[in-house]
């Protein structure tokens, strides 16, 4: 069976930084960005799995440039994989100041998501196909964030994740 494109689960969510978004210093507060970017990931894995789906977790995440008061954010948001139940979202996020004319990356991040039937209950989710070099190049190091993140969520032992091992020690003969 031919799996979704990205194009499929592609969403894009602007936001202005109103006064209430920010700190003392005028700056977006991070934790308000990553309930944004949570809102517009999800979005993207409901189109994908066509399912109510849950945040499983959520990759580290820096934040490179302060984001000030008037700033507009858009939050670029994309299926990377699709496993078994879960699919992996790739977010792109960027800091507009229309006044001045510039736009900054603001940052990258991976959440992933579980989708759940009318019980609550895990389902299967539709495959992935990714189609461009940089869709592929994602689709692939979703196994290795995979790896890390279920060893950090205490639902994988180390010594299975082949794929991430491979990535520090070289494959295994
Ligand atoms: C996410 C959740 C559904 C997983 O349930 P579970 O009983 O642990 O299910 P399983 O172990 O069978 O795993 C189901 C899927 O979740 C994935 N998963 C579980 N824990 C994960 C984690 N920490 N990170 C990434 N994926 C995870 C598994 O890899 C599996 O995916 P796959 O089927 O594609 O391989 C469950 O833990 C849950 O409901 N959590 C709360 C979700 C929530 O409320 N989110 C909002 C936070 S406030």
């Keep these: 069976m031919k799996g979704k494109s990205s194009k499929e689960s ?23 960005l990553l309930h944004w970017m949570d809102i517009a990931a999800a979005i993207s894995a ?8 849950v945040t499983a977790s959520v990759d580290n995440v820096s ?28 977010l792109d996020v960027y800091a507009q100041n229309i006044p001045s004319g510039t736009k900054v990356k603001s940052n990258e991040a991976y959440y992933t998501f579980v989708a ?40 994988m032992k180390p010594n299975d994740a082949t794929e991430l091992k491979a990535l520090f020690f070289g494959a295994e003969k």
Aim: charged share 25%; with cysteine; net charge positive.
């Design 116 to 155: 759940l039937d009318q019980n609550g209950r895990t389902i299967p989710v539709p495959p992935f196909e990714a189609e461009t070099p940089e869709e592929v190049e994602l689709f692939e190091g979703a196994l290795r964030r995979r790896q890390l993140r279920l060893i950090l969520g205490g639902k």
């Design 63 to 90: 934040f490179q440039h302060p984001i000030k008061l008037g700033d507009v954010i858009t939050i670029e948001a994309k299926v990377s994989r699709a496993f078994t139940t879960s699919v992996e979202v790739r």
């Design 10 to 32: 592609f969403t894009i969510m602007n936001e202005l930084v109103l006064p209430n978004d920010t700190n003392t210093l005028n700056n977006l507060m991070g934790g308000r």
């Design 46 to 53: 409901q189109k994908h799995c066509n399912r109510i789906v």
